[in-house]
């Protein structure tokens, strides 16, 4: 089992440029979020999606996209990238309900200039 | 709404010694709350969690953290610090009614002198 896999690890992008992150899970679970991690600020929710089919914002959205392509993969996009968007980008995915633990990605390093 | 408070960022412990990081939330509905370690450079484990069975939850690697409602606080503890115990770890609740909607702490970042 693969878990939670991500690509890119890393990304650099110029102001303006767009890009989508990609997230694919093996393990059958009904739901997918984004996240993205900054010193000092733990995990914020960008993106979540509850099952396919469905996606919902999370605490961050702006300046995001997302789709649930099926329901192993879970995009992310930047339309048109900002320095505020430089952080690191984890995806995770869980089985639907309060109990069960996420399973997250290695994350994607991501530095806008 | 919920919210996690991690009242310390960094904790420095000697190895050998007791390791408490500590966590206060605030939840509408009766919570499921989690511990997550993350490695440099590396995503999140889970170390354990708590979903409203037995209040003293054991993990990996030696952790374990009690629920106390009357506190609300879920902090972790370990009896004995190995240097490998350095990282950042997060506490999380989750709260609503699917469950869809988690709320990560700002982090503790543990260091272990030898």
């Known amino acids: 089992n693969a878990g939670v896999t991500q690509t890119p690890k890393f990304q650099v992008l110029k102001t303006g440029q767009s890009m989508t992150l990609q997230c694919a899970q093996d393990?059958?679970?009904?739901?997918m979020y984004w996240y993205r991690q900054d010193p000092g600020m733990g995990l914020r929710l960008i993106y979540y999606s509850a099952s396919e089919g469905t996606t919902d914002k999370g605490e961050v959205p702006n300046g995001y996209n997302v789709s649930r392509l099926n329901k192993r993969e879970f995009s992310l996009r930047l339309e048109s990238a900002a320095p505020s968007q430089t952080s690191v980008y984890f995806c995770?995915?869980?089985?639907?309900?309060?109990?069960?633990?996420?399973?997250f990605g290695p994350g994607t390093r991501l530095t806008v200039t | 709404a919920q919210s996690v408070t991690q009242l310390d960022s960094h904790v420095s412990v000697s190895e050998g010694t007791p390791v408490l990081l500590r966590c206060n939330y605030s939840s509408s509905y009766s919570p499921s709350l989690f511990w997550y370690v993350q490695h440099p450079n590396k995503g999140l484990q889970l170390l354990l969690k708590?979903?409203?069975?037995?209040?003293l939850v054991k993990g990996i690697n030696g952790f374990e953290a009690e629920f106390k409602k009357s506190e609300t606080s879920f902090h972790l503890t370990k009896p004995s610090a190995h240097m490998s115990d350095a990282a950042e770890y997060f506490c999380?609740?989750?709260?609503?009614?699917?469950?869809?909607?988690?709320?990560f702490g700002g982090g503790t970042r543990l260091m272990v002198k030898p």
């Open positions: 708590y979903t409203s069975a037995a209040t």
């Open positions: 995770a995915s869980r089985l639907a309900g309060p109990d069960y633990e996420q399973y």
């Open positions: 999380v609740v989750s709260d609503d009614n699917a469950g869809n909607m988690l709320t």
């Open positions: 393990m059958n679970h009904n739901s």
